[in-house]
């Protein structure tokens, strides 16, 4: 028996990786996934956790073989069997995309009718996570057929495949999705690298993701190896970043500390897939501290996999909260142009009423304090303030 379908179960908590769309785009080249991995390493995001680097659009040349294999472009000299060793030799995994359709999003040969060719060359390629986008011809079958096919395909070759599905939440994924062997599947248009996108530009903004998130009610179907996903991260991305320069979306300026904060926040709350999204060659200080904050990733990564929904919405003072194996996360975000208070009690949010005391511990500062119930952060606009609470 080789290691193929171990017990482990496949993302029994939500992926962490990187992602070359937000950061280049079309523009990629084996060299940016190169050094990206060895980024990951550098920047301490290894260790952390992240551990999936995921090749997105444009990696394959515009003619399939004769057989109908996909092949890479001159972009990738040394093909994916090399790029995937280089990957797995750092410590990390390899991820490709694809797409359930005649064509990619950018016009690239894709995976429909050929889903058991492609999925053969994935694994004998050291492929360890497919993400399977919505673009192409889809030759008149529905969603749950085409993703279906390639599910299945992932489960008949001799290697453990992520299958990360990209519908952008338009047929319900979350309804389907583990039942075709996903495990994950985007439940929102693309992120872009704004607060809020217009409603005619391309895209959702973090804000307007998390409009999408509270209004789709699809927590109930989150969980250990099939997980909701609200699109890829875009801290340490603005104006100049591939995706922002690729799609039509005026993005002016990168998010503020705030908003990424925000960002942040509320991926880990969602217990959201976190693929960064960003050049990490160039990774600033604020960001890697963002993105490795232990606290944050713990809520992200806790064993129960239980998603963040929202206890009150609609006027200024936002709170959402989430349940933990040994307690709960609640998450305080001003929504509103002024600093303000932002108070809840236990007993409203999903924290574990049965305790006297709770021992409360801020996320961002490691502040540590008790309470009876009662909770109150003070939040700068569009800052989330966010703590663990523990029964005592
Ligand atoms: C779609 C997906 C994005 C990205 C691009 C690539 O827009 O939703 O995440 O993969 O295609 O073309």
């Given at each position: 028996m080789t290691d193929h379908h171990n017990m482990t179960r496949l993302v029994a908590t939500p992926p962490l990786g990187w992602n070359s769309w937000n950061a280049f785009s079309c523009d990629v080249t084996e060299a940016d996934i190169r050094?990206?991995?060895?980024?990951?390493?550098?920047?301490?995001?290894?260790?952390?956790?992240?551990?999936?680097?995921?090749?997105?659009?444009?990696?394959?040349?515009?003619?399939?073989?004769?057989?109908?294999?996909?092949?890479?472009?001159?972009?990738?000299?040394?093909?994916?069997?090399?790029?995937?060793?280089?990957?797995?030799?750092?410590?990390?995994?390899?991820?490709?995309?694809?797409?359930?359709?005649?064509?990619?999003?950018?016009?690239?040969?894709?995976?429909?009718?050929?889903?058991?060719?492609?999925?053969?060359?994935?694994?004998?390629?050291?492929?360890?996570?497919?993400?399977?986008?919505?673009?192409?011809?889809?030759?008149?079958?529905?969603?749950?057929d085409r993703y279906a096919a390639m599910g299945a395909a992932l489960a008949s070759v001799e290697r453990d495949i992520v299958y990360s599905i990209c519908e952008w939440g338009q047929n319900r994924p979350w309804e389907w999705g583990r039942n075709v062997g996903g495990h994950l599947w985007r439940a929102t248009d693309d992120l872009v690298a704004k607060w809020r996108a217009d409603p005619d530009e391309f895209g959702l903004g973090v804000a307007d993701a998390l409009d999408r998130m509270a209004d789709i009610d699809a927590a109930a179907a989150h969980g250990p190896s099939g997980w909701n996903d609200p699109d890829m991260l875009q801290i340490g991305n603005g104006p100049d970043s591939g995706q922002s320069e690729h799609e039509a979306v005026d993005v002016q300026r990168p998010l503020t500390e705030a908003e990424r904060r925000t960002h942040f926040a509320f991926w880990c709350l969602l217990a959201a897939p976190l693929m960064v999204g960003t050049d990490l060659t160039s990774l600033s200080g604020f960001d890697r501290e963002l993105l490795t904050n232990e606290r944050l990733l713990a809520i992200d990564q806790d064993p129960l996999g239980i998603q963040g929904t929202p206890d009150r919405r609609g006027d200024d003072a936002e709170i959402w909260s989430k349940r933990l194996r040994d307690g709960g996360a609640v998450a305080f975000h001003n929504h509103g142009e002024s600093d303000r208070e932002i108070s809840t009690h236990v007993s409203a949010v999903d924290v574990p009423a049965r305790a006297d005391r709770y021992r409360v511990y801020d996320c961002w500062t490691g502040n540590k304090w008790e309470t009876s119930g009662s909770l109150a952060m003070t939040v700068e606009p569009r800052d989330t303030a966010i703590v663990r609470v523990t029964p005592q």
């Open positions: 050094d990206a991995a060895d980024a990951l390493v550098e920047t301490g995001l290894r260790d952390a956790g992240y551990e999936y680097v995921v090749v997105d659009d444009c990696w394959m040349a515009s003619e399939t073989d004769s057989e109908g294999r996909l092949q890479p472009s001159a972009d990738f000299p040394n093909g994916m069997a090399a790029l995937a060793d280089y990957v797995h030799n750092r410590g990390l995994k390899f991820g490709l995309y694809s797409s359930a359709g005649t064509e990619t999003c950018q016009g690239y040969p894709a995976s429909l009718c050929r889903e058991r060719l492609h999925a053969e060359q994935f694994a004998d390629w050291g492929v360890d996570y497919l993400k399977y986008d919505n673009c192409g011809d889809h030759a008149g079958r529905d969603a749950i």
